[in-house]
């Protein structure tokens, strides 16, 4: 099964740039890797997905190196409301179904 | 477009009370179906989930159970609510086939057990 483990918090300042890490060592081959945004009492919503090498939008980029057993959320110049806590996601497959598995998120605190 | 609903936002119930929470998808047919729950400070807990009519698979022993009576409907239910039972209840959908596309969320049912 693939697991996720990211750090449980982070703290950075209004226009510095944040980078979070999650490692999923047993990603399976069809698998893609996606981050996902949570404000308190809202439901996560997707922020970007990637199979391998580098995918940007217009909110974050995110960096995935060739063995696929991490990946880096990159937000750049970060504000107040990027506070936030961020998953990151990696699909299991079971019985032809993909589930969701969502680790612990990291709680990013933005200061002023 | 696709678009989830679930109802209530909030909820307050006494210990012993019966539970219903619903979602409903539109825009979409044969989603994958997913409950959630977050304790106050936790994580995502996958609690049922659900790739068809009348299927439902469950990660979590406990006193919750989930149907799902039609396509885009699926409901959480309790018989008789513990205070453990209490958190923040996410509805989730996906396109059945491979985790190369994103999951939904609704906007979540806070349910407080008294």
């Known amino acids: 099964l693939a697991k996720t483990t990211q750090p449980i918090s982070m703290d950075s300042y209004e226009g510095q740039e944040v980078n979070i890490t999650c490692s999923h060592n047993n990603i399976a081959t069809n698998d893609y890797i996606t981050w996902y945004q949570q404000f308190p009492s809202q439901g996560p919503r997707f922020i970007i997905q990637g199979y391998k090498t580098k995918v940007t939008n217009e909110v974050a980029s995110l960096f995935i190196p060739a063995d696929r057993k991490s990946s880096t959320l990159s937000l750049p110049r970060v504000s107040l409301s990027d506070t936030a806590v961020y998953y990151c996601l990696v699909g299991e497959s079971t019985g032809g179904s993909y589930i969701p598995t969502f680790g612990r998120g990291t709680s990013l605190i933005v200061h002023p | 477009s696709q678009t989830i609903h679930q109802w209530p936002a909030t909820l307050v119930q006494p210990v012993g009370s019966p539970l219903s929470l619903e979602c409903t998808v539109e825009?979409?047919?044969?989603?994958?179906l997913y409950w959630y729950r977050q304790a106050a400070g936790r994580g995502l807990q996958l609690l049922f989930y659900?790739?068809?009519?009348?299927?439902i698979s469950s990660e979590v022993p406990q006193n919750l159970s989930a149907s799902r009576p039609q396509d885009r409907q699926f409901i959480l239910s309790s018989k008789k609510l513990l205070l453990s039972d209490s958190g923040f209840y996410l509805c989730?959908?996906?396109?059945?086939?491979?985790?190369?596309?994103?999951?939904?969320f609704g906007s979540g049912t806070r349910l407080t057990v008294v």
């Open positions: 825009g979409t047919s044969n989603p994958n």
């Open positions: 989730a959908w996906s396109v059945p086939w491979g985790s190369n596309y994103g999951y939904t």
């Open positions: 659900s790739v068809g009519i009348g299927q």
